[in-house]
């Protein structure tokens, strides 16, 4: 993080009157807060003052918040957090396929949405000093201290929470992860049975790594109760 008593956000908010509300209530919870009304503007922000983590609202004049977020999320190694108004789930699974580690749907409570940041702050930190400096299975190695991982020696290219979701799956090889043990892990709330966030990032992460020896499942799905990382397909 930028300071670590101090996390700083980039709120991308039209409404000014909500973009001051929010503004106000985080920085009396000690993170640093700066706005942007203008999507255009924002690719610029994030380079100038390189946030933890960009709050965006999807539903923004012009350049709209899932054209940022495809923009965005290549070059920004920090966390996004959508803030949509859309009762409609295809646009929180497009944020999600794009990239995006979470949303939270609008209207929302203050201290809801300060509970969802806290979160994503938080696991970065206990997932890292949580397992070893490195994870190898054959071709596929996971390098903890810069957050990375590789298959032969090609670097895969993965969101924030891709990575974390590989991470926790790799850390127990073979054993079955229920979906409620990973969605608590990786989102650091209770799942209620109802969120596809995180199958929608098995999903993305499946695609990246690939299939093994024989077109092998590297990461199975165990029907009604979660997943399981294959440590012989790679």
């Not at 590989?166 to 990786?186: D, K, N, V, Y």
Request: proline share 4%.
């Amino acid at each position: 993080m930028n300071a670590a008593h101090q996390p700083v956000i980039l709120l991308v908010e039209d409404d000014e009157g909500l973009a001051q509300l929010v503004s106000r209530y985080l920085e009396s919870l000690q993170f640093r807060v700066s706005s942007v009304s203008r999507g255009e503007l924002v690719m610029e922000r994030v380079a100038r003052e390189q946030p933890d983590l960009v709050i965006l609202d999807l539903g923004l004049p012009g350049k709209d918040g899932l054209s940022i977020c495809r923009e965005l999320r290549p070059q920004f190694d920090g966390l996004i957090l959508i803030l949509t108004a859309r009762s409609d789930d295809l646009d929180q699974v497009l944020g999600l396929e794009l990239g995006a580690d979470d949303y939270v749907i609008k209207p929302v409570k203050p201290r809801v949405l300060a509970a969802r940041i806290h979160a994503l702050l938080r696991r970065r930190t206990a997932t890292a000093t949580a397992v070893p400096a490195a994870l190898r299975f054959a071709s596929l190695h996971i390098d903890t201290a810069s957050h990375t991982a590789s298959i032969d020696g090609r670097k895969l290219e993965l969101a924030r929470t891709e990575y974390l979701l590989l991470l926790q799956l790799a850390s127990h090889p073979g054993t079955m992860q229920s979906r409620e043990a990973l969605f608590r892990r990786i989102y650091g709330r209770k799942y209620d049975g109802l969120e596809r966030a995180l199958d929608i990032q098995v999903s993305r992460l499946r695609r990246k790594v690939g299939t093994g020896p024989g077109g092998r499942e590297r990461i199975k799905t165990i029907w009604g109760a979660g997943y399981l990382f294959v440590p012989d397909a790679w």
